[in-house]
């Protein structure tokens, strides 16, 4: 079973978007207590700020199974919304890159991958799918990046219920994959976590526990 410790910073890369303040990620041993006690965490905090920590990967689409992860989030971003351009923010996110045919990319997909590209010195991946935190839609709904449609969001948790306790997950990568974007998945190529509260200008933290995939 892979496993991406959050307590290993080595295994991390942080990634910067251009424009924007970085979230701070640290390890925190005093973070929010579990079920045995208190734990070590990777705590993030944004403060109108956006950037994420990833970690490379190359695992074929076949091989994909099970996903499991945890986090801790104290409260909500006021006015977030995932769906609208300019309300685009969460306490957390756990993000997949995958591979694939980039001749079904639109011009417009294209042309942002191309854009990326020269900015950041990397290809928009073929397809981006996020776990996150919504304030509003049902658990389960899939919300639709309003910038592009390479990147689709899965609500795994939704409004006040959950907040200030470890929140644990098992996702089928596969059958998610299919249900956000309607076919197989391509190579997993990478991993990463995010907090973000750039476009409300806002504030938020949160916790993230240990990563494996089997």
Avoid at 3 to 16: E, I, K, M, N
Avoid at 33 to 51: C, K, M, T
Avoid at 65 to 79: C, K, N, R, T
Wanted: with cysteine.
């Amino acid at each position: 079973m892979p496993t991406w410790s959050v307590l290993d910073l080595s295994q991390w890369q942080a990634l910067p978007l251009p424009g924007k303040m970085a979230t701070h990620y640290q390890l925190d041993r005093q973070a929010p207590a579990d079920q045995h006690g208190a734990r070590l965490a990777l705590r993030a905090r944004s403060d109108d700020s956006a950037s994420m920590v990833r970690t490379p990967v190359q695992i074929a689409g076949k091989d994909l199974g099970h996903l499991q992860f945890s986090w801790h989030v104290p409260a909500l971003i006021d006015g977030a919304d995932m769906a609208t351009r300019n309300a685009d923010d969460s306490p957390v996110r756990l993000v997949l890159a995958f591979e694939g045919d980039r001749s079904q990319f639109s011009a417009k997909d294209s042309a942002l991958s191309e854009l990326t590209r020269l900015v950041t010195g990397e290809e928009m991946p073929y397809a981006t799918l996020m776990y996150v935190w919504c304030n509003k839609r049902p658990i389960g709904s899939v919300i639709h990046n309003a910038r592009t449609d390479r990147i689709r969001k899965i609500v795994v948790e939704s409004g006040p219920l959950g907040l200030k306790q470890w929140r644990h997950y098992l996702r089928d990568v596969r059958a998610d994959y299919r249900a956000a974007f309607g076919q197989e998945p391509g190579a997993l190529v990478g991993i990463g976590i995010m907090t973000d509260s750039d476009n409300t200008h806002s504030q938020a933290t949160a916790w993230y526990g240990k990563i494996s995939l089997n």
